[in-house]
């Protein structure tokens, strides 16, 4: 649950209440997550406003999450920002989360220039953006299957590492080799991604040597997670060089929950340094989901007066 403000483009305040519940379950719950929103949503709000020094009648606009995401939390969002923006008789905003990731580059200098070319990686989406402004952006390829995140978080849980697993995976591959297995890499046509196979993948793999030797998994942990995490990453920046060469853009960027996994960061710059390209990463505290993010794209929004009228709902699967 998180709020944010900010005037003229400027970030005040952002104000982030981290859900810890869902860990012992291995994986969120839809339900304990729309709760969670529910009972956190006005602390965040008031403490938001009061960080910033802004009183709530001094507003212009009210902006929200409408989608893409898990309709319960979604709801809890859309209605409270409904509902406070009525009250306060002033504009509303929607904004898509996708967008948002792509749009946390420019909270903060260093800022891309245009045309700018993105990917961004969550644990529910893996796509390449290509933006030729704040507002005019194109889905050039995507992950026809699982996330980027997913193949982490599903890889960790297969280990018997603790959810969210992808940060786990991330800090036990610096202590591995990852030339030690090789796992295949996603080939999909054009600039689109899969990594249900990986998963497959790694599941008969674990499975035929625990057959041999029972503690495999333990022997060989460090290194199973820098052989999966290289894997994962190769798949990303092939797809992400041939789209920058295809299009002819040297401003790139990484963005979303897994652009914070540090061998990620690491190899993507590496990459920009070879092939001499300006790189962006947002602040670790940008690149999972925060309002900060929506509230940058609400500051384009608001000054191409891009608002949505009171009835507008929620849209779990979202596209743009």
């Given amino acids: 649950t998180s709020a944010a403000v900010m005037v003229d483009g400027i970030l005040k305040s952002n104000i982030i209440s981290t859900q810890l519940i869902h860990t012992e379950w291995g994986?969120?719950?839809?339900?304990?997550?729309?709760?969670?929103?529910?009972?956190?949503?006005?602390?965040?709000?008031?403490?938001?406003?009061?960080?910033?020094?802004?009183?709530?009648?001094?507003?212009?606009?009210?902006?929200?999450?409408?989608?893409?995401?898990?309709?319960?939390?979604?709801?809890?969002?859309?209605?409270?920002?409904?509902?406070?923006?009525?009250?306060l008789n002033i504009p509303l905003i929607e904004v898509n989360h996708m967008q948002a990731h792509v749009l946390a580059h420019f909270i903060e200098d260093p800022?891309?220039?245009?045309?700018?070319?993105?990917?961004?990686?969550?644990?529910?989406?893996?796509?390449?953006?290509?933006?030729?402004?704040?507002?005019?952006?194109?889905?050039i390829g995507e992950t026809i299957d699982d996330a980027a995140g997913e193949a982490f978080d599903k890889t960790a849980k297969m280990l018997g590492l603790k959810y969210p697993g992808g940060p786990i995976i991330d800090a036990l591959a610096a202590k591995g080799n990852p030339q030690a297995f090789v796992f295949p890499k996603s080939n999909m046509p054009a600039y689109n991604f899969s990594f249900s196979g990986l998963k497959t993948n790694i599941l008969y793999f674990i499975q035929k040597q625990q057959k041999l030797n029972p503690a495999f998994v333990e022997e060989n942990l460090n290194d199973i997670c820098a052989?999966?995490?290289?894997?994962?990453?190769?798949?990303?920046?092939?797809?992400?060089?041939?789209?920058?060469?295809?299009y002819k853009v040297k401003q790139i960027g990484i963005a979303g929950g897994v652009s914070a996994?540090?061998?990620?960061?690491?190899?993507?710059?590496?990459?920009?340094?070879?092939?001499?390209?300006?790189?962006?990463?947002?602040?670790?505290?940008?690149?999972?989901?925060?309002?900060?993010?929506?509230?940058?794209?609400?500051?384009?929004?608001?000054?191409?007066?891009?608002?949505?009228?009171?009835?507008?709902?929620?849209?779990?699967?979202a596209t743009w």
């Fill in 227 to 246: 052989s999966v995490q290289y894997t994962i990453i190769e798949s990303l920046l092939m797809k992400l060089k041939k789209a920058a060469t295809d």
């Fill in 111 to 139: 800022k891309p220039s245009f045309p700018f070319l993105c990917l961004t990686v969550s644990g529910g989406h893996t796509q390449l953006v290509l933006c030729d402004s704040p507002l005019e952006m194109l889905v």
């Fill in 261 to 317: 996994n540090k061998g990620l960061r690491s190899s993507f710059e590496s990459l920009g340094k070879q092939l001499n390209w300006e790189t962006y990463i947002p602040s670790f505290e940008y690149c999972t989901d925060n309002a900060a993010m929506i509230a940058i794209v609400a500051h384009y929004k608001y000054e191409a007066k891009d608002f949505v009228d009171y009835n507008v709902v929620p849209s779990p699967r």
């Fill in 27 to 87: 994986g969120v719950v839809p339900e304990l997550a729309s709760r969670a929103h529910q009972k956190s949503i006005i602390p965040v709000v008031t403490e938001a406003l009061q960080k910033a020094n802004i009183n709530k009648n001094e507003l212009n606009a009210i902006a929200f999450t409408r989608g893409p995401g898990l309709l319960g939390a979604l709801l809890i969002g859309t209605s409270f920002a409904k509902s406070m923006a009525l009250s």
